[in-house]
């Protein structure tokens, strides 16, 4: 009679199974989906939370870059409004995350993505 470690036949079934090499995250996909969610935050954070409330406020917009917004009318509104951008959105991506939408796996990675840059980002600039 032969005795066999638990350990190795716990192993040798891992090896064997095709889908737990099929849900092993591929580190260029995370590092895709990191860089396109910090864009799409910073362009929700800029040009839609500043930009929008510049419009908003009857103020033309004067310069846009990926760290600074500048609007004619300078209020509080306008300095709140990427702050505010950020937070709504970043609810309206954590509601599709947990609705599986954003995800054809079911799983919503990419819009956790999105949800963690845009609820990181919500900071008074």
Do not use: Y
Not at 28 to 37: D, Q
Not at 101 to 110: N, P
């Amino acid at each position: 009679m032969q005795r066999m470690d638990a350990n190795a036949s716990n192993d040798a079934t891992a090896e064997s199974h095709p889908l737990c090499e099929a849900t092993k995250p591929d580190l260029l996909t995370v590092a895709a989906v990191a860089i396109a969610a910090t864009v799409i935050a910073d362009f929700i954070h800029e040009g839609l939370g500043h930009g929008g409330m510049c419009i908003a406020t009857g103020g033309q917009p004067l310069a846009l870059s990926t760290v600074h917004f500048e609007c004619s009318t300078d209020t509080r509104l306008v300095a709140a409004g990427g702050t505010l951008a950020n937070l709504i959105f970043g609810a309206l991506f954590w509601g599709a995350a947990r609705a599986g939408l954003a995800s054809h796996s079911g799983r919503g990675g990419d819009a956790r993505g999105c949800v963690c840059s845009n609820v990181s980002d919500g900071v008074p600039c």
